[in-house]
């Protein structure tokens, strides 16, 4: 039986979808894969080569690939690092696809630079021995060919590359569970009222040597794939919007947007994406935003 609430939080979904063109892309199955359970129709995720990884689901599944071996549900990656395409298909017909991103292992850097990118160094041992801050065992490469692979419906690759100034290629790492965090919350801030097809970015991933240039500390998530510095851009001039309608742009929008995320921190669905949250006013350096990320306890500040 609707009540009133409830019929109001349907309207706004419905809204959210026909009117301002928001669509949450979430498919009628899910799958499991990497430890996360995936529902949206596109998902990435990141392996080592040689890699054998199995993909699971409640429904019955199949999938096909033309350059993967696929052993019914278990795949292989290939020696070879790049993006490998996989048509994940439910009993019903209905397709997801699965982007297998095929990593360059780490130890092929050669002192600070993996084929002419910095990276700088990792710290030989983890945060208080947590294997959240073990160093990466590869990073994706990233080319002006690839850069704008869907890793998810709303998030590109090119949005997490570091800001460090180089040529292509670039590399990155990207934890699966942020990106399903991003689609979560994206779809919360379309629901609270803010029409945006993605977030903005102010960092994703940084390289150990950036992240030591802007004097951020040292074990960053930033540096291992599991935070996002993001903001509400609606216009898309790249910047925080005036969420407030006020006619300023200030710690006050920030704050919203901030308000919007710390809310679901009890709800159930959101247990899994428990980590960072920050908040950040506008300065000489950069505009308001707000910093997430998947450490799997609270933080804020």
């Known amino acids: 039986m609707y ?3 409830s019929f109001i939080a349907a309207s706004l979904l419905l809204m959210a979808s026909s009117v301002w063109g928001y669509q949450n892309e979430r498919a009628n199955f899910t799958i499991e894969v990497n430890g996360e359970i995936n529902p949206y129709n596109v998902f990435s995720v990141f392996v080592m080569p040689g890699k054998e990884f199995k993909v699971s689901s409640v429904q019955n599944i199949t999938m096909k690939s033309q350059h993967l071996t696929i052993n019914g549900l278990s795949i292989k990656s290939p020696s070879n ?3 490998y395409p996989v048509q994940v298909i439910h009993e019903s017909g209905e397709e997801m696809l699965l982007n297998v991103m095929v990593l360059t292992p780490i130890a092929e850097k050669k002192g600070e630079y993996l084929n002419g990118y910095r990276i700088g160094n990792y710290p030989t041992k983890p945060l208080r021995d947590n294997p959240i801050y073990n160093r990466p065992t590869g990073l994706f490469e990233v080319t002006k060919e690839n850069e704008n692979t869907k890793l998810t419906p709303h998030f590109t690759l090119k949005q997490f590359l570091c800001k460090q100034a180089g040529d ?7 934890r699966e569970r942020l990106l399903l965090k991003l689609e979560y919350l994206l779809e919360k801030t379309n629901r609270s009222g803010y029409a945006i097809e993605t977030f903005g970015f102010i960092s994703g991933y940084r390289t150990p040597f950036y992240n030591k240039s802007i004097k951020n500390v040292q074990y960053s998530r930033h540096v291992y794939g599991g935070a996002a510095d993001i903001f509400i851009d609606q216009d898309k001039n790249g910047a925080m919007d005036d969420l407030n309608k006020d006619g300023v742009i200030d710690e006050k929008d920030v704050r919203i947007f901030y308000q ?5 921190y009890d709800k159930k669905d959101y247990h899994k994406f428990r ?3 920050g908040f950040y006013k506008r300065n000489k350096v950069h505009h308001g935003f707000i910093h997430v990320d998947v450490r799997g306890s609270k933080a804020r500040w």
Not at 168 to 174: A, H, R
């Open 81 to 83: 690092p790049g993006i």
């Open 275 to 277: 980590g960072g949250l």
């Open 3 to 5: 009540t009133f609430k």
């Open 168 to 174: 292509y290629p670039k590399y990155v790492i990207i």
């Open 260 to 264: 919007i995320v710390d809310n679901e």
